[in-house]
């Protein structure tokens, strides 16, 4: 079937819409259903295409997704601010990168192809499909019962307060709208590129490096300067973006970026995550409790380790052709008991 999600992102000002906007018609024209969707309705790859309403491309505006800020009037009024607040913070631009990622999740039909003109924001959107649905896990055990045993003193201080089930439902579907959104944006058949136009190699390699710390390890770099021997392959715009539709899906189904992975080697394990871009002496890497901290470029992303790493130390990493790989050595009991 090819690519589930194709994310376009770049410096401003590179051609993200333009490009994103002949990407949609392309996979249109052969025979894709497609959902094109952008940051800004009145200045996207949006505004650029007309979509009738029984053609094989569509458009979707996330100004109408109401339900995305439905949750956020009753958690206030449930602390005592005031619920207009939420109107507020729903126009923050912030706000609307939250409401497009709720618009992947609950609008993308099966079998279609969604185009994202993310632009500067992808960075952003990326984080958000990897932060949302962990806030949300969080947040959904928050009921009436769960604070009566467990926060008994916030409790008692909502008294007759407490929204209720209106909540509780709200957050389980914007949970379930969120970890869609997360899976065709980052999961099995996406793929990112990135449009460097004439912006300078530094800041298309920040945004190279922010997509691969979230999770969308960026498979192509379109025009711009030369690249180094471990940073993604580079397009020259002469070649058509019809053109780019085979490898693009051939990227999407072969992930040859593949996600996170571990495994057990030996006496010790080894993580591995894909970095294009990201050189070794930009990267810090830290432990903070069961999380294993990456930094790079001004960027920062906390990734929580699988159950076996959690009683392991990191004791060597290495980043080679793009590939960071972490190795984890196990905690001895006298080791434990002295951290202890």
Not at 106 to 122: C, K, L, N, Y
Not at 187 to 206: C, M, Q, Y
Request: charged share 20%; glycine share 10%; proline share 7%.
């Amino acid at each position: 079937m090819g690519a589930q999600c194709v994310l376009v992102a770049g410096p401003g000002g590179t051609g993200c819409s333009t490009y994103a906007a002949t990407l949609a018609r392309a996979y249109a024209d052969r025979g894709r259903s497609v959902l094109l969707l952008g940051t800004d309705p009145y200045d996207d790859a949006t505004s650029l295409v007309d979509a009738p309403a029984d053609g094989p491309l569509r458009t979707a505006d996330p100004r109408d997704a109401d339900d995305a800020d439905g949750t956020m009037a009753p958690l206030l009024d449930m602390v005592g601010l005031d619920p207009r607040l939420a109107a507020e913070v729903a126009r923050l631009t912030e706000a609307a990168t939250v409401r497009l990622l709720w618009v992947i999740g609950a609008e993308r039909s099966p079998g279609e192809v969604v185009v994202v003109d993310a632009g500067p924001r992808a960075v952003d959107l990326v984080r958000l499909a990897g932060a949302v649905p962990w806030i949300l896990q969080r947040l959904a055990p928050a009921q009436r019962g769960w604070l009566t045993t467990s926060r008994p003193l916030l409790a008692a201080a909502l008294g007759s307060r407490w929204p209720g089930e209106q909540v509780t439902d709200q957050v389980r579907a914007a949970l379930v709208h969120a970890s869609a959104a997360r899976e065709v944006l980052i999961g099995e058949g996406s793929t990112a590129v990135v449009i460097a136009g004439s912006a300078p190699s530094a800041k298309v390699r920040r945004v190279v490096a922010g997509m691969a710390l979230g999770g969308a390890p960026v498979n192509a770099v379109v025009g711009g300067p030369r690249s180094g021997p471990h940073d993604p392959p580079r397009w020259r715009t002469g070649r058509g973006v019809p053109d780019q539709l085979g490898a693009l899906d051939d990227q999407a189904r072969t992930g040859r970026l593949a996600g996170i992975s571990w495994e057990h080697d030996g006496a010790d394990y080894v993580w591995r995550m894909p970095l294009p871009g990201v050189r070794f002496r930009e990267l810090r890497l830290s432990m903070m409790q069961d999380d294993l901290v990456l930094q790079t470029q001004g960027h920062r992303s906390v990734l929580t380790m699988p159950t076996a790493l959690r009683r392991c130390r990191p004791v060597d990493a290495r980043l080679h052709d793009g590939i960071l790989t972490v190795r984890f050595s196990p905690v001895r009991q006298d080791e434990a008991r002295d951290q202890g």
